[in-house]
């Protein structure tokens, strides 16, 4: 209805507001004698009435149209009304089009958005985006896993409570620089980072303003500590008996130089702390070789049965020093294994033997080989002694380089703290696993599961 688009009142006071000039122009005229005033009451009521009926249209199509864009702004979906006028038709097909590409461009920056936190979540290292007064604008998933909660719109040192990491944040804010520093985390166990903070030049329009990246080198920390122990724990190992050697050099030149009987007990220990040393240079040597090859897979197929059976042989007379019984219970059959057949001999030689250094005197060790019952293609290995048994504590740690449970009984024993490290690196390039079972007072169990290995 015409009068519910166009308000009257405003249609006539615009009318009204066309036709007041439209008539002083035409009195004027008409005063001037230039018209007569029939004539000028007649042009002006025309004109009037066609300004009226334009006016109408017009103010029609402005008004759907202003109702069409309040509607948009709301969010309402609508197909504009305007149109009867070619300007209300021009106008509505503005407004769609300005509506289309607005929504063509919010459709972008969300996508723009959720691709930002997709990739950001596809790193693997934590990184957290903050405003420069240091709240968290976005963490990404690794970041979130490492410090737990939801950090997002929380401040900073309430997240990751490290005053280093939090003045270097204001450093790097007052400097316009990117800053680096190390930090630990200590719970819930010690875990050392490198943080990068890179302010940025523009803050984004989200509020970011400085990128902060964690990296993990926790791993590398760990390993250079292990390196370091390694060295400081084989010249504490050399030194001892070079120190003894040393001594009795000493003595052997000075108060014992003509005692031909000291001399004699002398030199046997000298050649016991020597054999030590040659031994222990040995095992070093063997490990640092075993290391090199870890990662490349045996080219050789080892005869499982035989290379036990040999061991065995080999071992024989360790094993009547201490009268220790050896069984062996190789099923039959069994398939051959790629491997290396001197590491595997050393590495079944280090368990053999520590059965029965540390098994019972006159005690039983027991060799088993079997392929697994389960219809795997697994082939175990099993050593098990007599003796006190290791206690559960000690069982993580036995495989570590010098780690002995009692260093004088091993020591007494010929041991170097070696032996179980070489055959852990063994084992790992044969893919086989070592678990150990053991019940202090009843003897050890330490079983290698030959898993099969795939030619690559
Ligand atoms: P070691 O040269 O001292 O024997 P290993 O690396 O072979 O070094 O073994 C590490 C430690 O593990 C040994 O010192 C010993 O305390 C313990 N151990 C190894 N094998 C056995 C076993 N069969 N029974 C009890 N303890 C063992």
Redesign the pocket.
């Known amino acids: 209805m015409v009068w519910r688009d166009v308000p009257l009142g405003r249609w006539l006071r615009t009318v009204g507001i066309a036709a007041a000039p439209l008539a002083l122009a035409l009195i004027i005229l008409a005063a001037l004698g230039l018209i007569p005033f029939g004539a000028a009451a007649l042009t002006w009521l025309g004109l009037t009435i066609i300004s009226a009926a334009a006016i109408y249209w017009l103010l029609g199509d402005l008004l759907r149209t202003k109702r069409d864009i309040e509607l948009m702004a709301r969010g309402d979906d609508i197909t504009p009304a305007g149109g009867r006028s070619r300007i209300g038709r021009e106008l509505a097909q503005a407004v769609q089009r300005l509506e289309r590409e607005s929504r063509e461009r919010t459709g972008r920056l969300v996508s723009d958005h959720d691709g930002l936190k997709r990739a950001l979540d596809a790193l693997p290292g934590p990184v957290l985006l903050l405003t420069a007064g240091q709240t968290v604008v976005r963490a990404n998933r690794a970041a979130k896993t490492l410090l737990g909660g939801e950090p997002e719109g929380r401040d900073l040192a309430a997240v990751l409570r490290n005053p280093d990491v939090i003045a270097a944040l204001e450093t790097a804010a007052q400097t316009d620089s990117g800053q680096d520093v190390a930090f630990t985390l200590q719970s819930p166990m010690a875990r050392y980072f490198s943080a990068h903070i890179e302010p940025l030049r523009q803050p984004a329009a989200d509020g970011t303003a400085i990128v902060l990246a964690l990296v993990d080198v926790t791993a590398a920390r760990l390993s250079d500590q292990m390196r370091a122990d390694f060295i400081a724990n084989a010249s504490h190992e050399i030194r001892t008996p070079l120190a003894t050697l040393s001594g009795f050099i000493e003595t052997l030149r000075g108060p014992a130089k003509d005692d031909r009987q000291a001399s004699e007990r002398f030199l046997a220990i000298m050649a016991q702390h020597a054999e030590r040393m040659t031994r222990l240079v040995g095992d070093l040597l063997s490990l640092s070789r075993i290391e090199m090859n870890e990662h490349t897979i045996p080219a050789d197929q080892v005869n499982l049965a035989a290379l036990l059976a040999t061991v065995t042989d080999n071992l024989e007379w360790r094993a009547k020093e201490r009268s220790v019984a050896l069984t062996s219970d190789i099923e039959a059959g069994l398939p051959s294994l790629p491997g290396d057949s001197g590491e595997l001999t050393q590495l079944f030689q ?2 053999i ?3 029965i ?3 019972r005197e006159d005690g039983a060790v027991r060799i088993r080989a079997w392929r697994d019952k389960a219809g795997e293609r697994d082939i175990l290995v099993s ?1 098990a ?1 007599e ?4 206690a559960r504590e ?1 069982l993580p740690r ?2 570590e380089r010098f ?5 004088a ?3 007494e ?11 852990k690196h063994i084992a790992s390039r044969h893919r086989a696993e070592l678990s150990i079972k ?1 019940e202090p007072g009843k ?2 169990i ?1 079983t290698l599961r030959f898993a099969p290995i795939a030619a690559e």
Request: charged fraction near 20%.
């Open positions: 280090n368990l033997d520590n059965a250094k540390y098994g050593i002694d003796g006190e048994g290791i000690h036995l495989t780690y002995r449970i009692d260093t009984r091993s020591r024993l010929g041991g170097t703290g070696l032996g179980l490290a070489i055959v053991s003897g050890s330490f």
